[in-house]
Structure formats: C-alpha cells, structure tokens
Nanobody
Framework: DVQLQACGGGLVQPGGSLRLTCAAS????????IGWFRQAPGMEREGVSCIGSSGERTYYRDSVKGRFTISRDNVKNTANLQLNSLKAEDTAVYYC????????????????WGQGTLVTVSS
C-alpha cells in the first residue's frame, strides 16, 4: 500500500525550529515530486514547498522563503522540511504528498496525504 506519513510536529515558541519528516513506502519514491502542505483551522489547505524527484530543484511559497528548507533522501525514502524562525501564522497541520508534476503546489495534483503532523507556534 502507498503511504506517506508526516511526523515531527509539536509546540514551539515563536522564533523556534522544528524538523518535519515524511516517510514514504509502497511506490517508487524517486519517480515523484514531494510536496509539503499545511492546513490551519477553518482555512483551506495550502502548498508550502515542493521538491523535484531528484532533489535538485525546490519551490517555496513566498511567506516561508528563507525560513523553511525542503530536502529529500531517495535512499531512505524520506523527505524533510526544516522550519526555522517560526511564526504564529505557521500554526497548522502539515501534510506531505506526492505528485508526478513539478513544480506545482496545486492540491488536486497530489495524492496519498496521510494523517499530517500538528505544528503549534505559541508563547
């Protein structure tokens, strides 16, 4: 079965850091781009960052540029999202998903979302 499971979330103070990990299984990992998305309460799911299948190209939404870093390990079948300088508005459930299309942050082009991991930024 295809699985993408995000973990690493938690409660952090403003300005703090977290490292999210997406563990993938059940498909050829390096055939797909991986995207990170987030969804705050009452809000639509939005794209945060994506990385191409080889890991050479990345894309970020403007509000996280310079603060978040996406990476992937095609041997371990994992993708990571390093979150630095966190702000209250980064609070959301973060999901990872896969897509055949890159670069793109369109939710409908991604599948197998998993349960997500909650990031709460609060003092």
């Amino acid at each position: 079965d295809v699985q993408l499971q995000a973990c690493g979330g938690g409660l952090v103070q403003p300005g703090g850091s977290l490292r999210l990990t997406c563990a993938a299984s059940g498909f050829i990992f390096d055939d797909y781009a991986i995207g990170w998305f987030r969804q705050a309460p009452g809000m639509e799911r939005e794209g945060v960052s994506c990385i191409g299948s080889s890991g050479e190209r990345t894309y970020y939404r403007d509000s996280v540029k310079g603060r978040f870093t996406i990476s992937r390990d095609n041997v371990k079948n994992t993708a990571n999202l390093q979150l630095n300088s966190l702000k209250a508005e980064d609070t959301a459930v973060y999901y990872c998903a896969k897509s055949l299309y890159f670069p793109n942050m369109h939710v409908y082009t991604y599948d197998y979302w998993g349960q997500g991991t909650l990031v709460t930024v609060s003092s």
